[in-house]
């Protein structure tokens, strides 16, 4: 991933305030300018455009719709589904504590959480604590986390964050969304995982895979990720509350995929409204030959 130096076309994050354009893989409605990017999809290409050939696009175009709300039955079958499958469902970032958890989110920002993983288990033996990452200074964090898009960044916000922590909270992560949304880095998604994963809160963090997801099937359709967030909190069991979170980015991520959701093999498919299905591929058999022909 680039770390936006002079090579790199400028990125801009667009925010849903003033869009222009609907993407045709994830529906977000982008600004479709030169150098805009769909901060949602991961599919959105700097130039405007989704990768992919021309012909998914259309299909994918094709298939972009407008989801009614499930009804409260199709929801419960839903989770009901994802927690007989998967009871106990887990974040993928590698962490050993709320504060090397709080890095990892900061860290993962319009990055992959394995990405992320390569570079932190260098870093998190050297600082594992809000003070030692302090005294670690930015450059030496910046060095260890090079891997990861915007590393220079990071690095000063991780560092910076590690200095509040230390100065304001008494070397301990906030258990607060207001005070964790006043760190460096650190907005409503991220505060919601560090909530979830670190403190046991029912919250949903909606990044791209939520959103896409919540959406597509119908489970909590909206234009913003805040609106995807406040529906799935309206719609979503309490008794599910606690890891819809998970379930919902594991199964974006790996099945409900953007480009081509994997209908085939979904365990919630009975109940999501995305049509028309994406089908099972055709295997071809491989080694089969026409017998000769019997000669003359
Ligand atoms: S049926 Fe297809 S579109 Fe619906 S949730 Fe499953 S993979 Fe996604």
């Known amino acids: 991933m680039s770390d936006g130096s002079a090579a790199s076309p400028a990125k801009t994050i667009i925010t849903l305030r003033s869009p222009v354009a609907e993407s045709a893989l994830c529906g977000v409605r982008v600004a479709a300018k030169i150098g805009s990017a769909c901060i949602f999809c991961p599919d959105f290409a700097w130039n405007g455009r989704h990768k992919g050939s021309d012909q998914e696009g259309a299909v994918a175009a094709g298939r972009r ?8 039955q199709d929801v419960e079958a839903i989770f009901g589904a994802f927690s007989a499958a998967e009871p106990e469902p887990k974040g993928e970032l590698l962490h ?3 504060f090397t958890l709080l890095v990892a989110v900061v860290l ?4 992959t959480d394995a990405g992320v993983n390569k570079a932190t288990p260098a870093l998190f033996a050297l600082a594992d604590t809000p003070q030692k990452m302090a005294a670690l200074g930015a450059d030496r964090i910046a060095e260890l986390i090079k891997t990861i898009g915007l590393y220079r960044t990071k690095a000063k916000n991780v560092q910076r964050l590690a ?3 230390v100065d304001e ?11 964790l949304e006043t760190l460096p880095g650190v907005g409503r998604k991220t505060a919601n995982v560090v909530l979830n994963i670190a403190f046991g809160e029912p919250t949903i963090a909606v990044d791209t895979h939520l959103f896409r997801v919540g959406n597509r099937t119908g489970l909590a359709p909206g234009k913003t990720p805040l609106e995807v967030e406040l529906n799935l909190l309206k719609v979503v069991p309490e008794h599910y509350l606690l890891h819809a979170h998970h379930w919902l980015i594991l199964h974006g991520r790996y099945v409900c995929k953007s480009r081509k959701p994997e209908c085939w093999r979904c365990l919630i498919a009975p109940w999501c409204r995305f049509e028309p299905k994406t089908p099972a591929p055709v295997v071809k058999e491989k080694g089969v030959r026409s017998p000769p022909l019997p000669k003359a």
């Open 65 to 72: 719709q407008r989801t009614k709300r499930l009804p409260a």
């Open 96 to 98: 050993t504590n709320p």
């Open 108 to 111: 993962s920002a319009q990055a």
């Open 169 to 179: 909270h008494g070397g301990e992560v906030p258990r607060t969304r207001e005070a």
């Open 163 to 165: 200095e509040i922590l």
